[in-house]
């Protein structure tokens, strides 16, 4: 955790070193970390080692000016935030000032300065910067949190499936045939227990069917045994006759085994919006299409037809924990955790949603 009160760094710019030494001794008191430079390579060079919070620049310098400075910091990806004030000695025109603003520029000061002011100045966005960064650590924090429990739901998940399986199926197994001998011995003797364990067979059938439904749903064992697309393919048939919805499939070949988190969470997505459109689309048709990328992103496609989703589903203020477990937000994070994006179009005559998970050397097994 970052302490509340840890340095950041301030670039002061200015050509004249007698002027770097006036500005550091007004600052020096809010104690953060000073750096100086008296050329603009001199202050990209300390931009591209440095995390700077506000860079303190002067309008007139040789060779490359504040403005002609302040353009290069803005064109670089790192620095489109960062806070630049500007200091002239001479009284720049409204035009000046403006041409300062377009620049990127947040505040502008005159000489003479005022020490109080400047200080409060740079103070004030030398905080702001400490707290986004704060911000962002709390926020990268949260969602490896998230990670670390979506990724324990889906253990739990596997491990209930296994157990479904093994155990309760064995007992299934064993009631089954139990029932047949006791069928075979009163058959002939007495009709009305005969009938009853008929019955018993029946829903023991059931019991059996509804216990594979359960165990599949929490984890496709084929998921883990020949991968995702044969997956996906026996849940939308398995869907399809269950629902009624005509469930269409479309999966890439060029789709090989990926790692055990990105099938489970292209799975996953897959499952969770088949679900909504039972529930809440009133679709008959549903369309799902995976595919690669130009080989570098793995794109999972699932479209109805029905009546759409509300805005507030598709951008939901928590956590929905509906269904599979997955819901709007689960697929976002999931999605995120991998460095992917989720895409939701919905309308009066359908919903599509989009995830595109980008397919890395670590996320492809060999086979």
Same mark, same amino acid.
């Given at each position: 955790?970052?302490?509340?009160?840890?340095?950041?760094?301030?670039?002061?710019?200015?050509?004249?070193?007698?002027?770097?030494?006036?500005?550091? #001794? +007004?600052?020096? =008191?809010?104690?953060?970390?000073?750096?100086?430079?008296?050329?603009?390579?001199?202050?990209?060079?300390?931009?591209?080692?440095?995390?700077?919070?506000?860079?303190?620049?002067?309008?007139?310098?040789?060779?490359?000016?504040?403005?002609?400075?302040?353009?290069?910091?803005?064109?670089?990806?790192?620095?489109?935030?960062?806070? +630049?004030?500007?200091?002239? *000695?001479?009284?720049?025109?409204?035009?000046?000032?403006?041409?300062?603003?377009?620049?990127?520029?947040?505040?502008?000061?005159? #000489?003479? +300065?005022?020490?109080? $002011?400047?200080?409060?100045? #740079?103070?004030?966005? @030398?905080?702001?910067?400490?707290?986004?960064?704060?911000?962002?650590?709390?926020?990268?924090? $949260?969602?490896?949190?998230?990670?670390?429990?979506? @990724?324990?739901?889906?253990?739990?998940?596997?491990?209930? @499936?296994?157990?479904?399986?093994?155990?309760?199926?064995?007992?299934?197994?064993?009631?089954?045939?139990?029932?047949?001998? *006791?069928?075979?011995?009163?058959?002939?003797?007495?009709?009305?227990?005969?009938?009853?364990?008929?019955?018993?067979?029946?829903?023991?059938?059931?019991?059996?069917?509804?216990?594979?439904?359960?165990?599949?749903?929490?984890?496709?064992?084929?998921?883990?045994? /020949?991968?995702?697309?044969?997956? /996906?393919?026996?849940?939308?048939?398995?869907?399809?006759?269950?629902?009624?919805?005509?469930?269409?499939?479309?999966?890439?070949?060029?789709?090989?085994?990926?790692?055990?988190?990105? =099938? /489970?969470?292209?799975?996953?997505?897959?499952?969770?919006?088949?679900?909504?459109?039972?529930?809440?689309?009133?679709?008959?048709? @549903?369309?799902?299409?995976?595919?690669?990328?130009?080989?570098?992103?793995?794109?999972? =496609?699932?479209?109805?037809?029905?009546?759409?989703?509300?805005?507030?589903?598709?951008?939901?203020?928590?956590?929905?924990?509906?269904?599979?477990?997955?819901?709007?937000?689960?697929?976002?994070?999931?999605?995120?955790?991998?460095?992917?994006?989720?895409?939701?179009?919905?309308?009066?005559?359908?919903?599509?949603?989009? *995830?595109?998970?980008? +397919?890395?050397?670590?996320?492809?097994?060999? #086979?």
């Amino acid at each position: 955790m970052m302490n509340e009160h840890e340095k950041v760094s301030i670039l002061l710019v200015d050509d004249q070193p007698g002027k770097l030494l006036s500005y550091e #001794v +007004i600052l020096k =008191e809010l104690g953060e970390n000073l750096l100086m430079a008296r050329s603009a390579r001199e202050a990209l060079d300390h931009l591209l080692k440095t995390d700077v919070a506000v860079v303190l620049m002067d309008v007139s310098m040789p060779e490359i000016d504040g403005f002609e400075l302040a353009d290069m910091i803005r064109q670089h990806p790192r620095f489109q935030r960062t806070a +630049i004030i500007f200091i002239s *000695a001479v009284h720049l025109t409204d035009i000046d000032q403006l041409k300062a603003y377009q620049r990127g520029a947040v505040d502008y000061i005159s #000489v003479p +300065i005022v020490p109080e $002011l400047l200080r409060a100045k #740079v103070s004030i966005f @030398a905080d702001l910067h400490r707290k986004t960064r704060q911000m962002e650590q709390l926020n990268a924090e $949260l969602r490896k949190l998230s990670a670390r429990l979506i @990724a324990t739901q889906d253990e739990e998940r596997r491990r209930i @499936a296994r157990d479904l399986h093994d155990s309760v199926g064995q007992v299934i197994v064993a009631l089954s045939m139990n029932n047949g001998i *006791a069928l075979t011995e009163v058959s002939n003797v007495n009709s009305v227990a005969a009938d009853a364990l008929r019955e018993n067979e029946q829903l023991i059938q059931q019991l059996s069917t509804d216990i594979r439904t359960i165990s599949h749903l929490l984890h496709p064992p084929l998921l883990d045994e /020949i991968g995702l697309l044969p997956a /996906i393919k026996m849940f939308a048939d398995g869907f399809a006759e269950r629902s009624k919805v005509n469930v269409s499939v479309e999966l890439s070949p060029d789709i090989g085994r990926l790692s055990p988190h990105m =099938e /489970i969470s292209a799975f996953r997505i897959v499952q969770e919006c088949l679900t909504n459109v039972y529930r809440h689309s009133e679709s008959k048709t @549903a369309f799902i299409n995976l595919s690669v990328d130009e080989g570098k992103v793995l794109v999972v =496609e699932v479209r109805d037809e029905g009546r759409g989703m509300s805005p507030g589903s598709i951008v939901p203020k928590t956590r929905d924990n509906t269904g599979s477990g997955v819901g709007v937000s689960g697929m976002r994070e999931r999605v995120r955790e991998l460095g992917g994006t989720l895409a939701i179009e919905s309308n009066g005559s359908g919903t599509s949603v989009i *995830a595109r998970f980008p +397919i890395s050397a670590a996320a492809v097994i060999r #086979v």
